[in-house]
């Protein structure tokens, strides 16, 4: 049975109704499950010897420059462009700058550009409702339900074998030859993220600044990006405020403490409420950086047709006192329309 077909069925407490999953043959779920586990294990083991290695030892300057430079590159890469430029097409990017953030998003480790489009389109077209490939409430409302749903929302469902459709959820990609090749690419730009930092390391510090830049601007930042991002999934879906309206059963929240790390997409809430909208942070203190780099990108000449947020649009998906957080009847929903 379809996602589309058991989302009928759904009051919004339960457990998401079960339906079929592909086959898969005993060596495809092999291959998947090590491809995955030494995606999201391979950083984690980096984070281990970080530790290790920093005990009684300290850091140095360059290490800790290497590994912000490296997550802001590959994080601005997710965030403006494979979220907010490729996803919901929030502005049009020459086309240097798009292959660019796509390069970079990939170098992410997070997987390949024309994949992550496409689950995260599925997403808003089934927030928080079957079909959602992550969603905190696939297990219900109730404590135990809650707790599995965090850990599927977070990891679980990248161990899960749920595929989405790129021909139904990213044709626009698959049709682009540039990231079709980029998409293909996907496992050198991991080696290339890697490469990179200890290439730096090394001409800086010989073989141990390679050592140490390959851990703490290679695995630590992956590591670190990941779980950040898998935040937004997880926590921005249980926790923090929702000042603005969304589609029925969506409990996207913002989250301030994840604002600075996320880069601005910890404005969750407000994101879910206007998906094609560039600026996620829109209220004042709100932090944005994502947003700040598309305004540079803009003025530069990079980017058109920016989506910006006008009073009018805020002012009508802003909630009154006493308005519920979801305004959209629930025949309405799901949605294929990821860009409103």
């Not at 092999?30 to 290695?53: H, K, N, Y």
């Not at 796509?102 to 997403?123: D, L, P, T, Y």
């Not at 390679?210 to 926590?235: D, E, K, M, P, Y």
């Not at 560039?278 to 980017?303: C, K, N, P, T, Y």
């Amino acid at each position: 049975m379809s996602a589309d077909a058991v989302s009928g069925h759904y009051d919004g407490t339960n457990s998401f109704p079960d339906y079929q999953e592909p086959a898969q043959t005993p060596a495809q779920r092999i291959l998947q499950l090590t491809v995955t586990a030494v995606l999201v294990a391979g950083p984690f083991a980096g984070l281990v010897a970080a530790v290790w290695l920093l005990w009684g030892h300290g850091v140095g300057f360059a290490d800790i420059g290497l590994a912000v430079f490296f997550y802001l590159l590959t994080g601005f890469g997710v965030t403006v462009g494979f979220h907010r430029c490729l996803t919901h097409r929030s502005f049009s990017a020459r086309p240097a700058l798009r292959i660019a953030l796509a390069i970079a998003g990939s170098m992410s480790f997070q997987g390949e550009v024309n994949g992550w489009v496409a689950v995260h389109r599925r997403h808003h077209a089934f927030t928080d409702r079957p079909g959602d490939p992550h969603s905190p409430y696939r297990y219900g409302t109730g404590p135990a339900g809650q707790l599995r749903g965090i850990l599927h929302a977070h990891t679980g469902w990248l161990f899960g074998h749920d595929p989405t459709s790129r021909q139904d959820y990213a044709p626009d990609m698959l049709a682009d030859p540039a990231m079709r090749a980029i998409s293909r690419a996907f496992p050198a730009l991991c080696v290339v993220s890697l490469a990179l930092p200890f290439t730096i390391g090394w001409a800086i510090g010989g073989a141990r600044g390679a050592l140490l830049a390959l851990l703490w601007a290679g695995l630590v930042r992956i590591f670190l990006l990941q779980h950040v991002t898998w935040s937004v999934n997880s926590l921005c879906h249980l926790l923090g405020s929702r000042p603005y309206t969304t589609r029925r059963y969506d409990r996207a929240t913002n989250l301030w403490p994840l604002a600075l790390l996320s880069l601005g997409e910890s404005w969750h809430n407000t994101h879910h409420s206007d998906p094609a909208c560039a600026r996620h942070g829109v209220d004042r203190g709100q932090i944005d950086l994502s947003a700040e780099l598309i305004r540079v990108f803009e003025r530069a000449g990079w980017a058109t047709r920016v989506r910006w947020p006008s009073a009018a649009r805020l002012d009508k998906h802003r909630r009154r006192p006493g308005e519920p957080a979801e305004t959209v009847l629930a025949s309405q929903v799901p949605s294929r329309e990821w860009v409103r």
